[in-house]
Nanobody, 127 residues
């Protein structure tokens, strides 16, 4: 059974930085994808960033490009989202997600594509 456990959410001021962590386990196929979604109050979940073992290239949603960096540590089965220059509109619950198999690289993120979800971690950015 795949498990994903997030940590690192906090309250920060606009312009600040945070690093979210996700420890994952249980993937059994040769390829899998992991990433982050977020959900702000009153809004639908939106994909933030993902990476597939098929090509190891990170995908970023347009609003976070050049501010967020995703990297996967295979040795420690961990996924990190470094978030810089945070804005109030980044306020949301962030979910670590995973799916397997992943035969293609990440080129977009859709809720129905991800079978496994963490419990979420709150990020609040004050202006």
């Amino acid at each position: 059974q795949v498990q994903l456990v997030e940590s690192g959410g906090a309250m920060v001021q606009a312009g600040g930085s945070l690093r979210l962590s996700c420890v994952f386990s249980g993937f059994s196929r040769e390829t899998y994808a992991v990433g982050w979604f977020r959900q702000a109050p009153g809004k639908e979940r939106e994909g933030v960033s993902c990476i597939s073992t098929a090509d190891n290239k990170a995908f970023y949603e347009d609003s976070v490009k050049d501010r967020f960096t995703l990297f996967r540590d295979d040795r420690n089965h961990s996924l990190y989202l470094q978030m810089n220059n945070l804005k109030p509109e980044d306020t949301a619950v962030y979910y670590c997600v995973g799916t397997e198999p992943a035969n293609y690289g990440c080129a977009g993120m859709y809720v129905h594509e991800y079978d496994y979800w963490g419990q979420g971690t709150q990020v609040t950015v004050s202006s």
